[in-house]
């Protein structure tokens, strides 16, 4: 989700709330205490230069259980850091403290933002050796087994 799509949907929300992909809610007394640009700029094992750019929003939350942060008070940040801070209309990635610090895409499920669980992936695949996956067509598969079951063999 980029900044621009959570800028429009902030002076609708009455409550602001996130949520973990598998559905647990984060704490309701959370607040943003960051919201930055990050820039990446490195190369990945084949050798190809590569650059990103992203928000950043850092959720946190602790004993202060009596304040929570409301939908115009993050637009009033966010607007803050795009003009302090240059912050661009990029993807948003959200830093989550569980165990360790999780990094998190966003979406919006039409009442909470959701944590979308992030990946790690090689970028070079062709160029380091791992297996490419391969399309097989159902249709092309034969049957091992004679005894299986079959669509319409009544046996299941």
Same mark, same amino acid.
């Given at each position: 989700?980029? %900044? $621009?799509?959570?800028? %429009? %949907? /902030?002076? !609708? ?8 992909? #598998? ?12 919201? +930055?640009?990050? $820039?990446?700029?490195? @190369?990945?094992?084949? +050798?190809? @230069? ?14 202060? @259980?009596?304040?929570? /942060? ?7 940040? @966010?607007?803050? !850091? *795009?003009?302090? /801070? ?15 610090? +999780? ?12 944590? %979308? ?7 070079? *695949?062709?160029?380091? +050796? ?6 097989? #067509? ?6 091992? #087994?004679?005894? $299986?079951?079959?669509?319409? !063999?009544?046996?299941?």
């Amino acid at each position: 989700m980029k %900044l $621009s799509q959570v800028k %429009l %949907l /902030l002076p !609708s929300m009455d409550v602001l709330q996130f949520k973990l992909e #598998n559905g647990t809610m984060v704490p309701a007394h959370f607040h943003i205490t960051e919201v +930055g640009m990050v $820039s990446k700029h490195y @190369i990945d094992c084949g +050798g190809t @230069i590569r650059k990103e750019k992203m928000v950043n929003f850092q959720l946190w939350y602790a004993n202060d @259980i009596t304040h929570q /942060l409301k939908p115009e008070k993050l637009l009033e940040i @966010i607007e803050l !850091s *795009e003009i302090k /801070l240059g912050v661009e209309d990029q993807e948003i990635e959200v830093e989550y403290q569980a165990e360790t610090i +999780g990094k998190y895409g966003l979406a919006f499920d039409g009442t909470n933002f959701i944590l %979308l669980n992030k990946k790690t992936a090689c970028l070079a *695949e062709d160029q380091c +050796g791992i297996p490419t996956k391969q399309k097989i #067509n159902l249709k092309e598969l034969t049957v091992l #087994n004679t005894n $299986s079951c079959t669509p319409g !063999s009544k046996c299941c």
